[in-house]
Nanobody
């Protein structure tokens, strides 16, 4: 069973920086891609950035050039470095991972998504 725990959220001024961390526990070898999502009050959850096990990354247009996703060599922690923060970045940030599980005796597998509980980022104007 994989669990994800986020940390690093808080209150920061417009233009400031924060680094979020998401640490996985459990069967780390079963984790494939990891992602950061965010959900602002009254809005839908949106994908912020993603990273594969081979460190291929992608990010939303709204954060490109300001946010950087990375992953440690042990593949159990993903980071989100957030620079030049804006008030519209205020949201709860969630960590997400694709976790492989075996579905039969010959080793066929599927992926399921695991979510953390989120960490609040507030950017003051």
């Amino acid at each position: 069973q994989v669990q994800l725990v986020e940390s690093g959220g808080g209150l920061v001024q417009h233009g400031g920086s924060l680094r979020l961390s998401c640490t996985a526990s459990g069967d780390i070898s079963s984790i494939n891609a990891m992602r950061w999502y965010r959900q602002a009050p009254g809005q839908e959850r949106e994908l912020v950035a993603s990273i594969s096990r081979s460190a291929m990354t992608n990010s939303a247009t709204s954060v490109r050039g300001r946010f950087t996703i990375s992953r440690n060599s042990g593949q159990n922690t993903v980071y989100l470095q957030m620079n030049s923060l804006k008030p519209e970045d205020t949201a709860v940030y969630y960590c997400n991972a694709d976790v492989k599980y075996v579905i039969n005796v010959v080793g066929a597998y599927k992926y399921r998504e695991v979510w953390g509980h989120g960490t609040l980022v507030t950017v003051s104007s």
